[in-house]
């Protein structure tokens, strides 16, 4: 037993949340090698093998925000803004399906042109194209109460909005204003409506101390999330942040390592950004302990427009063409692609039976 684990009380038992100051003694004190050993072990003994798949729908880039951090900022007057419409989204959704994913996620700026009622009718879609066998995930910013509730009686499961930074002042000023305070109600209003809830952070932010990294987890932790995203910062150059220095990949690894061992339960995605600053990236992560993976199905002409950050892989192949691609990077690390709908574990049982004829 590591002298952290005696101190932290030994070694939790397999599946056990760690407790927050066991989060800060690990925090302070692990090396980054055994924490990735107790997060895979962690990981294994709750989820077993399995790499559950989301396909990602980056549906616009135009948005009326002004995050610091973003590539698509709507500052930036370099972007080539597009919109895809609703039936090149669900074609791009079939094709998925047809491959065996049960899980579509709809990313994007917040675009006033795609109201919450056009959502809504994508959502309905989508549930009708799949015979209400796949589940939609949203990540469509912020919204009001009244807003959630109705993206959730139109179908939709599952929503996701990073908190970013568990700093308030550096949240404020990253987020162009607009406080952490705000972030957080929007997330108890995600879960008012129903939603499955998700958010997380970026990690390597300018201004970030030790102690907002180890708060990220605690707070992940705290709001007790179904699903946590978390990736390194990756400086935009066409953003306010342009100069700032990226930070190495270990801390975002470090932090999966954490978080699993934090919400033993949650769905954590080894998520693109961590695979586009090292090439190893999203295996580091599910080594660490993630468990999803995002193959992204927006069509091929899009894809290098919604560049939140520089380098983002895949930008020449289908989603399609991306899922035996992942399903030989993730081989070696003794874990397969599973084409489970994959809902909160809280949940189990509810609607997550293997999708018969799925392709494995
Ligand atoms: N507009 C929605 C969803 C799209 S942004 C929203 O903001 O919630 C999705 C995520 O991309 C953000 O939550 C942020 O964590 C991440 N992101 C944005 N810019 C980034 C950058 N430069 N490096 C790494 N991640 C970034
Ligand atoms: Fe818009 Fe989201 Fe980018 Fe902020 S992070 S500018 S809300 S797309």
Do not use: W
């Not at 039936?87 to 049960?102: H, N, S, V």
């Not at 899009?302 to 399903?327: A, N, R, T, V």
Request: glycine residues 10%.
């Amino acid at each position: 037993m590591s002298e952290i684990n005696r101190a932290a009380g030994g070694i939790a038992p397999a599946g056990k949340a760690l407790s927050p100051e066991e989060i800060r003694l690990h925090y302070y004190n692990t090396p980054t090698e055994e924490l990735v050993r107790m997060g895979g072990e962690c990981c294994r003994s709750v989820h077993g093998p399995d790499v559950l798949l989301r396909g990602l729908l980056e549906y616009t880039n135009y948005c009326s925000s002004n995050c610091l951090y973003c590539g698509i900022r709507h500052d930036n007057s370099n972007v080539q803004r597009y919109r895809i419409d609703e039936d090149m989204l669900l074609e791009a959704a079939r094709a998925g399906f047809d491959r065996g994913l049960r899980t579509f996620v709809i990313q994007g700026g917040e675009d006033s042109e795609y109201p919450v009622d056009r959502i809504c009718r994508l959502i309905e879609r989508i549930k009708e194209m799949t015979r209400g066998e796949a589940a939609v995930t949203l990540s469509c910013g912020m919204r009001s109460l009244d807003q959630y509730r109705s993206l959730k009686r139109a179908g939709g499961d599952r929503y996701l909005l990073r908190f970013e930074t568990s700093d308030p002042e550096l949240h404020r000023y990253l987020r162009n204003g607009s406080s952490l305070e705000k972030r957080l109600e929007a997330l108890e209003y995600i879960r008012e409506a129903g939603f499955q809830t998700g958010s997380g952070f970026m990690l390597g932010l300018p201004g970030e101390s030790d102690e907002t990294r180890l708060n990220n987890i605690l707070l992940a932790q705290q709001l007790r999330l179904d699903m946590v995203g978390i990736g390194p910062f990756i400086p935009h150059p066409e953003t306010p942040l342009a100069e700032a220095s990226q930070e190495d990949i270990e801390m975002s690894i470090r932090g999966v390592a954490l978080l699993r061992l934090a919400l033993p339960e949650a769905h954590i995605p080894a998520t693109t950004a961590a695979g586009s600053l090292v090439p190893d990236g999203r295996e580091r992560m599910i080594s660490a302990g993630a468990n999803v993976l995002m193959p992204n199905l927006t069509p091929v002409t899009f894809k290098k427009d919604y560049e939140l950050y520089p380098g983002k892989i895949c930008l020449d192949e289908s989603g399609i063409q991306c899922i035996s691609c992942l399903s030989l990077r993730v081989k070696p690390l003794e874990r397969e692609l599973s084409f489970r709908r994959g809902d909160a574990v809280r949940l189990a049982g509810s609607a997550d039976s293997p999708v018969p004829g799925g392709v494995r």
